[in-house]
């Protein structure tokens, strides 16, 4: 069959990693868990004999069938013609019996980020291991000061715990992609310091303050500077700070403080 471009088609084709990464997401029996983009199915299988409960959502029709014969020896897997960003994670946990999804998946490098920022704003989602673009998963896991650090870093460390799960080069798709790829872990907290509710205005002030990263912050957040850069030399930093010195913790109470978010205009990347 041949693979769709605009769906950003990369199928897992190596049998050995495909094995690896379930061991590594260690589905189990009680486990409701989703898989986003099965695709030609090298994890679907695997997952469904481990996990209790599997919903694997594809959006390109074409590939349906053979995924319905795939699970069809798996009384509680089953396939779901969908795209995973106009899911109702909350409706779909509701639906799978209330408890929280184990979300895994070999993500589209056209939408992964956008993927990522849904599941990242709900409470219905216990962990996820996604596989995406080396770039997008060095930005989920970077800290303060690094040239990854950015919007995306600082969402996901107010939400999870996060953990690189290991490398895959371009030879472990088809067809080979021209970037590398990475698999990376996101456990929930049970606490976190971002409620879920609160994530769109933290995310606004990102943009606006990573914006243009050879401006200052406060620089960034105009109307706002002079009481950013007074905000920054009680927290101990320099008052011509940049976005990318702020942790996360620190991020969101200048949020919080700055109240409601400024309007569109930011360039930022997640």
């Given at each position: ?55 694997a959502l594809e959006v390109d029709p074409d590939l349906v069938p053979a995924l319905e014969e795939l699970l069809a020896p798996f009384p509680g897997a089953e396939v779901r013609l969908a795209d995973a960003l106009e899911v109702d994670w909350d409706a779909l946990a509701a639906e799978l019996g209330g408890g929280p999804l184990r979300v895994i998946g070999n993500l ?163």
């Open positions: 069959m041949a693979l769709k471009k605009r769906l950003g088609q990369h199928f897992l084709a190596n049998r050995g990693t495909a094995l690896a990464l379930v061991e590594a997401f260690a589905p189990a029996p009680g486990d409701a868990v989703v898989e986003i983009g099965p695709g030609g199915g090298a994890l679907t299988g695997l997952l469904a004999e481990r996990a209790g409960r599997l919903v589209p490098y056209n939408v992964g980020t956008a993927i990522v920022r849904r599941l990242l704003a709900s409470d219905a989602v216990r962990d996820m291991q996604l596989v995406l673009q080396k770039e997008v998963a060095d930005r989920l896991l970077a800290g303060p000061g690094t040239k990854a650090y950015g919007p995306l870093s600082v969402l996901a460390a107010l939400r999870c715990r996060r953990r690189r799960v290991r490398t895959l080069p371009p030879g472990a798709f088809r067809p080979p992609p021209r970037v590398t790829s990475a698999a990376v872990t996101l456990e929930f907290l049970a606490d976190p310091p971002l409620p879920a509710g609160e994530l769109p205005r933290l995310e606004a002030w990102l943009h606006a303050g990573f914006g243009h990263r050879r401006k200052t912050l406060a620089g960034n957040l105009g109307p706002h500077r002079e009481r950013v850069r007074g905000w920054l030399e009680e927290r101990g930093f320099p008052a011509d700070a940049r976005a990318e010195v702020l942790p996360p913790a620190d991020w969101l109470a200048l949020a919080r403080l700055l109240g409601p978010p400024p309007g569109p205009g930011g360039t930022a990347d997640l």
